[in-house]
């Protein structure tokens, strides 16, 4: 079934100059990009974004590098693109994500991963509303 998506290109792959790589990896993929958009994270989005991980420990750093620059968040859609996102995203350890995902080939943090990538339907439609309100 065609589903839809939301991606956050982080900050550290803005950085590196690494935006085009990506978005070139979900478009010949065959994925659609709905809608994009460089903006940045404030502190009361990345609480709202990651509400269910504010109460751990790596989350101050996490938010601290979130909020520290411009990153691309997009809209993908496609079928199955929930599942088919996250695979070619890779493990969330980039040090362990499999070669050929974007993590396991172009980066090498537990943090700084490059990409966020819904993981289910229900954080999808809960994170494209928060993202992108009038979409
Ligand atoms: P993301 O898919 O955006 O979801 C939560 C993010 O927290 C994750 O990618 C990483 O950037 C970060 N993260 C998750 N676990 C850890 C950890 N153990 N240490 C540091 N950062 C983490």
Do not use: C, Q
């Not at 792959?13 to 994009?36: P, Q, W």
């Not at 993908?76 to 974007?102: N, Y």
């Amino acid at each position: 079934p065609v589903e839809r998506t939301l991606v956050l290109i982080k900050p550290d792959a803005v950085r590196r100059g690494l935006v085009g790589e990506i978005l070139s990896r979900f478009e010949r993929k065959g994925l659609t990009i709905d809608v994009l958009v460089k903006r940045e994270m404030d502190a009361e989005l990345a609480d709202a974004h990651y509400a269910e991980h504010v109460e751990k420990p790596f989350y101050p750093p996490l938010k601290e590098f979130m909020t520290g620059g411009p990153l691309v968040a997009l809209i993908l859609s496609g079928d199955s693109v929930i599942d088919v996102v996250r695979t070619l995203v890779g493990a969330t350890d980039a040090r362990k994500a499999a070669a050929g995902t974007i993590r396991g080939d172009l980066a090498n943090s537990n943090r700084e991963n490059l990409v966020h990538a819904s993981d289910s339907p229900d954080s999808a439609k809960r994170e494209i509303n928060l993202w992108f309100p009038n979409f």
